[in-house]
């Protein structure tokens, strides 16, 4: 429930953000006396075993590229999404064929499993039939509303949520004509029309998505929506680009948005192997401390003092430890000027000087060897770490582990 001190932290947080902010999210100031529904606060709903909502881990969706008829290309991506850290897996049913197929995949795997659907309810109702953990409908065009109150007691009889996906690209003509555009505000009032209806047949299921491909407008149109409702949020930037940038798009849009206590679960969306998409939403959790897991390397960026190669270095570390579950941080630094600072302050850390690396364990120096041996001392200490991290459940109530300064090594 409503947590008053957290609500002001929260308002205080908005304040700054918004006096940063630009001219686009001028409207939302009016937002700032009200109160916010952070994540600790919304209703928990369930995919299948995985909780969203109520303060709920947050967690990380993607979507599969196959066609979803092919069962046997679905099943083995799912698989690899799993693998990548993947907690809740989106197929899209675009056809009858498709809605069948969630049957078949759904014996062969164990991920929660949501059906995308766009235009038809009639699709929702057989997605539902074969056993969809969740279903996303698009409220901008699902026409028929006869079929939609089926569709909202076929989810209500098999306790399965709906989540209520707002697009900003396929929003109904007639908020287009009242807003001027796919503006926040049209996107917000989009899900409010939805869950009244929602309500209004006792469904309570929901979560709500407000994704727009421009940055500032999907923060608004989340944050406006928070203040607002209390369902939990699916957090994404739509079409957020190619490469860099849509990790850019995404890492400020997402982050923004969890940095101020909003969104339940995220979806990173980038054009091919969806395994990226898992690898930057680890990377974006790990970044606000939201969840610790696996390996972070840090490294320095690199300047004419260094007496390694950084770059190789910090790769090849990634290599070896890149199967790691346990979170540790270890720093990869080019030199004794600024290395051992930063080797100071991670799990692990390395800061050469001439023909010899330093070797840091929490805080202490644990070894110097000779520059050849860094990388072999470094990464089977990082091992033998996370094997006692895994072995003993090592993880203090932030998920940060407890080892002190080289204990036990
Ligand atoms: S750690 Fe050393 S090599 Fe790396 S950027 Fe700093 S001063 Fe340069």
Do not use: W
């Amino acid at each position: 429930m409503a947590d008053p001190k957290r609500s002001t932290i929260t308002r205080l947080r908005l304040n700054n953000f918004f006096k940063a902010g630009g001219n686009s999210l001028d409207s939302i100031n009016n937002l700032l006396g009200s109160k916010i529904f952070t994540r600790e606060m919304t209703r928990r709903v369930y995919v299948g075993s995985v909780a969203i909502g109520g303060g709920a881990p947050i967690s990380i969706q993607s979507m599969t590229r196959t066609r979803t008829e092919d069962v046997e290309a679905t099943v083995q991506q799912i698989k690899e999404l799993k693998e990548a850290g993947c907690d809740i897996v989106r197929l899209a049913i675009p056809n009858e064929r498709a809605a069948k197929a969630i049957g078949e995949i759904k014996r062969q795997v164990d991920v929660p499993i949501v059906a995308d659907i766009h235009f038809s309810a009639s699709l929702a109702l057989k997605a539902i039939e074969s056993g969809a953990d969740k279903v996303r409908l698009n409220p901008g065009n699902i026409r028929n509303r006869n079929k939609l109150v089926d569709v909202v007691r076929a989810a209500s009889e098999r306790s399965i949520p709906i989540r209520i996906g707002v697009n900003a690209g396929s929003l109904h003509p007639e908020l287009l004509r009242k807003y001027g555009g796919p503006t926040p505000e049209a996107m917000v009032e989009s899900a409010a029309l939805e869950i009244a209806e929602f309500e209004r047949l006792g469904f309570h299921e929901i979560v709500v998505s407000l994704k727009s491909s421009d940055v500032m407008d999907t923060i608004s149109a989340y944050i406006a929506f928070a203040s607002r409702f209390a369902y939990p949020l699916h957090v994404g930037v739509t079409e957020a680009g190619f490469g860099e940038e849509g990790i850019v798009a995404s890492a400020i849009g997402i982050g923004t948005l969890l940095s101020l206590g909003i969104g339940d679960t995220i979806r990173v969306s980038l054009p091919g192997d969806p395994k990226k998409e898992v690898k930057v939403a680890h990377m974006i959790l790990r970044m606000l401390r939201l969840r610790y897991s696996g390996v972070r390397i840090i490294a320095c960026p690199m300047c004419g003092r260094h007496e390694i190669d950084v770059k190789e270095f910090a790769e090849r570390v990634g290599e070896v430890t890149g199967q790691i579950d346990a979170p540790l941080t270890i720093a990869v630094m080019g030199c004794h000027v600024n290395g051992p600072g930063e080797a100071r302050m991670a799990d692990l850390g390395i800061a050469p000087s001439r023909d010899k690396v330093a070797l840091f364990v929490r805080g202490e120096v644990i070894k110097v060897v000779p520059k050849e041996r860094a990388l072999e001392e470094l990464t089977s200490l990082a091992m033998k770490i996370a094997g006692q991290l895994e072995n003993n459940g090592q993880l203090n109530a932030h998920g940060r582990n407890k080892l002190a300064g080289g204990d036990g090594l």
